[in-house]
């Protein structure tokens, strides 16, 4: 069973277009995270989400909203796609602290083609 | 500000030993964490050290010095599939990962 999974794998659009990516985690934990690894391969944390509070890096455009329909569901939509938004997004979990140890898991990645 | 130095790239033979180097400057330290990553998949987590020292965990080792913000992962009896990229990142004071660049590690036979 995937602990961690999101789709779609490949996503091809044009710039302008909205789109969303779905991730979904079995693991039962309390955050989940939309992390964007840029053609260098920094992973850049986008937003956290617990059924408390949600972080938003500012960085981050408006134009990039996470959606959460339950703890076990957060997807990310994207309107009027750039062509900057080209990447690879992961979603990823883990189960909430205090600040303590958290290991990341993550899913399979979503490689988002602006064109 | 916040940032994480590692290797680039790093080449090694299969059967041999690396050292892959990290050096953090983070606002505040809560752990200093170590994960792989194969060409096209997702992250995963190999080891986290919150106190100095070595932490060793079968092939897989890592070390950390608080005072110098530095630690390193080794690799022992390397092995094909080792070939990957190794991202170091360290969680600031507000519990957020600050990441590296990863480390591009090449085994060769």
């Known amino acids: 069973d995937t602990a961690v999974s999101q789709t779609p794998k490949y996503l091809v659009t044009q710039m302008g277009n909205d789109k969303s990516i779905k991730c979904e985690q079995n693991?039962?934990?309390?955050?989940m995270y939309w992390y964007k690894q840029d053609s260098k391969k920094f992973l850049k944390i986008m937003f956290s989400?617990?059924?408390?509070?949600?972080?938003i890096n500012e960085t981050v455009p408006n134009r990039f909203s996470p959606k959460s329909p339950d703890k076990a569901h957060l997807n990310l939509h994207i309107n009027s796609l750039e062509l900057g938004d080209s990447a690879v997004y992961f979603c990823?979990?883990?189960?909430?602290?205090?600040?303590?140890?958290?290991?990341?898991?993550f899913g399979s990645g979503t490689q988002l083609s602006v064109l | 500000g916040q940032n994480i130095d590692q290797p680039t790239e790093m080449t090694a033979t299969e059967g041999a030993i690396v050292q892959i180097n990290c050096t953090y400057q983070?606002?505040?330290?809560?752990?200093l964490f170590w994960y792989q990553q194969h060409a096209g998949e997702a992250p995963t987590f190999l080891s986290y050290?919150?106190l100095d020292g070595l932490e060793e965990k079968g092939r897989f080792s890592s070390f950390l010095s608080r005072s110098k913000g530095y630690s390193y992962l080794l690799l022992k009896e390397l092995q094909m599939k080792d070939s990957a990229s190794y991202l170091c990142?360290?969680?600031?004071?507000?519990?957020?990962?600050?990441w590296g660049a990863g480390t591009k590690l090449i085994i060769k036979p």
């Open positions: 990823a979990s883990s189960q909430e602290g205090q600040g303590s140890y958290e290991k990341l898991f």
């Open positions: 990142a360290s969680m600031d004071s507000n519990y957020q990962l600050i």
């Open positions: 050290n919150v």
């Open positions: 983070t606002s505040g330290f809560n752990g």
């Open positions: 989400y617990n059924n408390k509070e949600l972080i």
């Open positions: 693991l039962g934990h309390d955050t």
